[in-house]
């Protein structure tokens, strides 16, 4: 297994251009309009999947990072006749609360005037998937898994004091997506023979620490056949981790550090100078 | 260079913030100024968020100030009853500007009322410098004309009088009480030492002799922003320490360099570039305040 997936990487590293091609191309018309999510049969087909890596470290010299995310079709019969399988990839940073603000011009100038606090949004979702998102996945199936972006984000805190709270979570969509945090990549899973596909997502560098979670979910027809879930762990190490854990374990230690820090670089600064000035 | 900051959790080039902490040292050696008032602005302007610049401002203050005070007391311009009272009077405003910073926080206006702050006073000491170095620049030929020490006006009239010595001064401890409030108010709110404040109000209402008003104000600063940065970290955990080294060593280096180069400029001509610069960093934030912004909302992390 571990040979068959080094095997696999090297064989998608080295081709990863050329496979880029081998992409099948889906027929939006082509979804049949009988498919219902309730008859499930058991899954004939299963994702068997890997990560370049299950965790991220964030140095201080830390640039953003890119994971690699293959695997394969498993199956015990033949490749169904229809349309072609499809494979969408996520990967999701850890939620937390967000209260998005609307400025409004009051007495001529800009001020935040009414806002929408939303309890729990990821602070990275990136969504790749092997062709255009809205042709491989049907809305109740995009319901129940959340997979698609304006699907991220959950649960309005409070009582929601906006007309409506639409404008206000497509703005948080945008504002992440403008910063690359929020991300759909469609089309950026290869996917070869309808067995083999690979997915690259890139984390940027505005990366908070947590534990991050990423799903490949396996579509026919519009509708999830399998997911797979792995974790990938994103922390701060090093020097970034000691001050950043020292800032929220012991802030008056932290602060008293800054501080000397700081009394002992202006002490030396002085102490320098004077030194220079007179040799 | 990418440097991953630990608090503020954003990657920013080291060599910009150097290069920000040198360009703010080199006022400070030329001007005789702290910088604190341009290198929060700064930091805003390369994408720090606010709350962190503030925090951090304060820090790297406290750096320069002290390598100021030090250099103050060998030379015995510090009058230092006068900077205990106004230092009293700093920490109480301090503790209050920091609570006014949490329910500014509460209400989502920080950026607002951080920025409003930075356009007036910018655009009041800026005006005020422009004004008075075209003066002197325009009789720089003829000296002489000396003002009297200082003059006696309502502050004199309060009562709990106070002999401050080294200031020669024989007033009521209310006023510079109120003056180290208000600075200190303003320190934690905008991140600044507050000197550029301070140092007229000195001058101008308590009647203070130039002479000491420079190593005072920088004693008391010291002591005002070292306490206001303990506060924002215990508070907040908003002082980026990775931040604030890079601006010191920016920050001592430029220092030097602005006080070789002040040595052999004309004085009035320098205080007409400063004005200038700080004119222009006031323009800049009034016209985010007035300008319709790109993007009306804005996102702030947590539900307050």
Redesign the interface.
């Known amino acids: 297994m571990r040979a068959w997936t080094a095997g696999l990487m090297l064989l998608v590293l080295t081709c990863a251009a050329s496979a880029q091609s081998l992409v099948p191309q889906t027929d939006a018309g082509s979804l049949p309009v009988e498919a219902t999510p309730t008859a499930d049969p058991p899954p004939q087909e299963t994702v068997v999947a890997g990560l370049s890596s299950d965790s991220v470290a964030?140095?201080?010299?830390?640039?953003?990072s890119e994971i690699l995310i293959y695997g394969a079709i498993k199956r015990e019969t033949p490749i169904p006749d229809g349309p072609p399988v499809q494979v969408i990839v996520t990967v999701e940073a850890p939620s937390?609360?967000?209260?998005?603000?609307?400025?409004?011009?009051k007495a001529?100038?800009?001020?935040?005037a009414e806002?929408v606090?939303i309890?729990a949004a990821p602070g990275f979702y990136a969504v790749a998937t092997s062709a255009a998102l809205d042709d491989i996945l049907l809305p109740e199936w995009d319901n129940r898994y959340r997979i698609s972006l304006s699907h991220a984000m959950r649960a309005f805190?409070?009582q929601v004091a906006v007309e409506s709270a639409v404008?206000?979570t497509e703005?948080?969509i945008?504002?992440?997506e403008d910063e690359g945090l929020y991300r759909l990549d469609e089309g950026s899973v290869s996917l070869i023979d309808q067995t083999l596909f690979r997915a690259d997502v890139s984390l940027p560098?505005?990366?908070?620490e947590g534990a991050y979670k990423t799903r490949i979910f396996l579509l026919r027809n519009g509708e999830v056949i399998d997911v797979f879930v792995a974790p990938i762990n994103v922390r701060?190490v090093g020097?970034?981790?000691w001050?950043?854990r020292l800032?929220?374990d012991q802030?008056?230690l932290?602060?008293?550090?800054?501080?000397s820090?700081?009394?002992f670089?202006?002490?030396?600064?002085?102490a320098?100078?004077r030194k220079?000035r007179r040799p | 260079m990418q440097i991953f900051l630990p608090i503020a959790e954003v990657s920013v080039n080291a060599f910009i913030l150097v290069g920000l902490g040198g360009l703010v040292g080199l006022m400070s050696g030329l001007f005789g100024v702290g910088g604190g008032f341009l290198i929060t602005p700064l930091l805003f302007f390369i994408g720090i968020p606010p709350a962190i610049a503030v925090a951090t401002g304060a820090n790297q203050v406290v750096a320069s100030s002290v390598s100021g005070v030090l250099a103050h007391v060998k030379r015995k311009s510090v009058d230092f009853r006068m900077g205990g009272v106004l230092l009293a009077g700093g920490l109480v405003g301090s503790w209050l500007g920091v609570w006014v910073f949490t329910i500014l926080q509460q209400v989502g206006q920080v950026d607002l009322v951080v920025q409003l702050c930075y356009v007036f006073f910018l655009g009041l000491i800026g005006a005020m410098m422009l004004q008075e170095s075209v003066r002197a620049l325009r009789r720089s030929s003829k000296p002489g004309h000396r003002k009297r020490l200082h003059q006696h006006n309502w502050v004199h009239r309060w009562p709990v009088k106070v002999k401050f010595r080294a200031s020669g001064l024989y007033i009521s401890v209310f006023p510079p009480l109120l003056v180290g409030l208000a600075v200190g108010v303003l320190a934690a709110i905008m991140g600044v030492g507050g000197g550029f404040i301070m140092v007229p109000a000195m001058i101008y209402l308590l009647g203070m002799p130039t002479k000491v008003v420079v190593g005072t104000s920088l004693f008391q600063i010291t002591f005002v922003t070292a306490f206001t940065t303990v506060m924002h970290a215990v508070s907040y955990n908003t002082v980026d320490m990775m931040l604030a080294v890079l601006l010191i060593i920016g920050g001592v280096v430029g220092a030097q360099f602005g006080t070789t180069l002040g040595a052999r400029l004309r004085a009035e001509q320098l205080r007409i570039l400063l004005a200038l610069l700080v004119l222009a960093v006031c323009g800049k934030l009034a016209l985010d305040l007035f300008l319709t912004p790109d993007d009306l909302y804005s996102i702030q992390q947590g539900i307050t």
Not at chain 1, 108 to 112: A, E, L, V, Y
Not at chain 1, 265 to 270: I, R, V, Y
């Open positions: 964030i140095t201080a010299s830390f640039d953003g937390s609360s967000v209260t998005v603000w609307r400025k409004e011009r001529g100038i800009w001020i935040n806002s606090r309890g805190a409070g404008p206000f703005a948080l945008r504002i992440r560098a505005n990366l908070v701060k020097l970034e981790r001050l950043y800032a929220f802030p008056f932290y602060g008293l550090m800054s501080l820090v700081a009394v670089a202006g002490w030396g600064a002085s320098a100078f220079l």
